[in-house]
Each structure stands twice: as C-alpha cells, then as structure tokens.
Nanobody
Framework: QVQVVESGGGLVQAGGSLRLSCTAS????????MGWFRRAPGKEREFVAG????????AYADSVKGRSTISRDNVKNTMYLQMNSLVPEDTAVYYC???????????????????WGQGTQVTVSS
C-alpha cells in the first residue's frame, strides 16, 4: 500500500501563492491516479484536483480552476499542487489521496481513495 505525507501548507495573504507537496512511499507510486482534497472548517471534504498515473490528464474543481496546477514527478514519488491568487475561501486542511486501485484514473471522491495523508493546513488571510 502506498503511504503519503503532505507538506507545504502555511499562512499566506490573499493573492499569494503556495505549493503543496505529497510525498509517497512505496515502489508502485507511479502506477496510481491521485487527487488533492480539502476540508474547510465546518464543511465536508471536497475534491480540489486530480491527476492520472503519468500526469497526462488532470482535473480541477471549478473553485480552483485557472488558479491551480496539479503535477507529479514519479521519479521523486511526489505530487504537487501549485495554488495562485489565493483567497480566504481556500482556507482548509488539504489532503492528498492515492487511488485504491490502478483502474481509477483520477481520484475524485473519497470512495476512490485507498490512502490518505494526514493533511496540511492552508490559511489565507484577507
């Protein structure tokens, strides 16, 4: 099973940028689709962005489309989420998820995830 750890969160002013990282352990990282999710205070966890095993296809939630870029480096066993033009509504704990099997191209829902990280806090001040 692939295990993942997120990093890169922090406190940033509105309009700023952050790059989140998700580093995986396990030799088969490159076989799996992945995704980023977030949970804001008092809200359900929601899909943010996803990427196929080879990075060839990506998907974004409307709320971050045009402001965020998901990517991965299978040599480094790491997935990234570059977030720009941050707004206070982006404040949340961000989680990365690995697909529960190789048939899932992009992790878009909790049901498709097999592994979760512990999350990294992103706080955007106005």
């Amino acid at each position: 099973q692939v295990q993942v750890v997120e990093s890169g969160g922090g406190l940033v002013q509105a309009g700023g940028s952050l790059r989140l990282s998700c580093t995986a352990s396990g030799r088969t990282f490159g076989n799996y689709g992945m995704g980023w999710f977030r949970r804001a205070p008092g809200k359900e966890r929601e899909f943010v962005a996803g990427i196929t095993w080879n990075g060839g296809t990506t998907a974004y939630a409307d709320s971050v489309k045009g402001r965020s870029t998901i990517s991965r480096d299978n040599v480094k066993n790491t997935m990234y989420l570059q977030m720009n033009s941050l707004v206070p509504e982006d404040t949340a704990v961000y989680y990365c998820a690995v697909a529960k099997n190789i048939m899932i191209a992009i992790v878009r829902s909790s049901e498709e995830a097999g592994s979760w990280g512990q999350g990294t806090q992103v706080t955007v001040s106005s």
